[in-house]
Nanobody, 124 residues
Framework: VQLQASGGGLVQAGGSLRLSCAAS????????GGWFRQAPGKQREFVAA????????GYADSVKGRFTVSRDNAKDTVYLQMNSLKPEDTAVYYC??????????????????WGQGTQVTVSS
């Protein structure tokens, strides 16, 4: 499966952005999805995960209550709605996918497929 992330940009603190991750090549409904981010000088970290049906979701503590992950399997797309953005959310955001026969979610970086990343910059 190929992943294409989009929706990044420059936003002021307190603002919102919605990232999209469009998949192609396989039946995306058989893949769990994840969002990760990497800030300058830091390691890539987990942000959010969603099961292949969307029935199971998880978030990093740093984004709980502000970010919402969702998916539309009819459109082969996973979304990350980001509200109340903070300067510390500035990073390159990556979407990822992992084929699975179960309804699990993965918080580690053990995903087989990755998008190219989209830059999110939050100004103070």
């Amino acid at each position: 499966v190929q992943l294409q992330a989009s929706g990044g940009g420059l936003v002021q603190a307190g603002g919102s952005l919605r990232l999209s991750c469009a998949a192609s090549g396989r039946a995306f409904s058989t893949y769990a999805g994840g969002w990760f981010r990497q800030a300058p000088g830091k390691q890539r970290e987990f942000v959010a995960a969603i099961s292949r049906s969307g029935g199971s979701i998880g978030y990093a503590d740093s984004v709980k209550g502000r970010f919402t992950v969702s998916r539309d399997n009819a459109k082969d797309t996973v979304y990350l709605q980001m509200n109340s953005l903070k300067p510390e959310d500035t990073a390159v955001y990556y979407c990822a996918a992992r084929w699975t026969p179960t309804s699990g979610t993965w918080y580690s970086q053990d995903y087989g497929y990755w998008g190219q990343g989209t830059q999110v910059t939050v100004s103070s």
